[in-house]
């Protein structure tokens, strides 16, 4: 397992600057293969609940998950960034995960069930 990268100095934030960041936790609704992408993803479709809904997404997640056994699952991410055009894919909200001890993506989400759409505080 090698070492976390070392944080790169960067100024101080205010707590006004976090709220501005909208991350939700949504539920994955479909997973599928997406062979176009550059490094080994997933698309993802996730419902967030009544308000925001479905949103559809890319990840970098196909080296840990597969994708029938990511339906259902819970997971967060930030809902308020501009959606991105990723190949064909547009991306609309970013997936969170951190890296394990190789670099690849291991998802970020709530230990026991919470209510779809629920903002992290």
């Given at each position: 397992m090698s070492a976390p990268e070392p944080l790169a100095p960067a100024p101080a934030i205010g707590i006004d600057d976090v709220l501005r960041v909208d991350i939700r936790v949504g539920r994955v609704l479909r997973a599928e293969p997406f062979p176009e992408a550059r490094r080994p993803a997933l698309r993802l479709w996730i419902d967030f609940g009544p308000g925001l809904?479905?949103?559809r997404t890319s990840a970098r997640?196909?080296?840990h998950y597969d994708?029938?056994?990511?339906?259902?699952?819970?997971?967060l991410a930030v809902v308020?960034?501009?959606?991105?055009q990723i190949g064909p894919v547009r991306s609309e909200v970013l997936v969170l995960g951190v890296p394990d001890g190789e670099g690849r993506v291991v998802l970020v989400g709530p230990d026991q069930p919470v209510?779809?759409?629920?903002?992290l505080y």
């Open positions: 809904g479905e949103r997640i196909a080296e994708p029938a056994a990511l339906v259902g699952r819970q997971v308020n960034f501009p959606p991105r209510p779809t759409g629920g903002r």
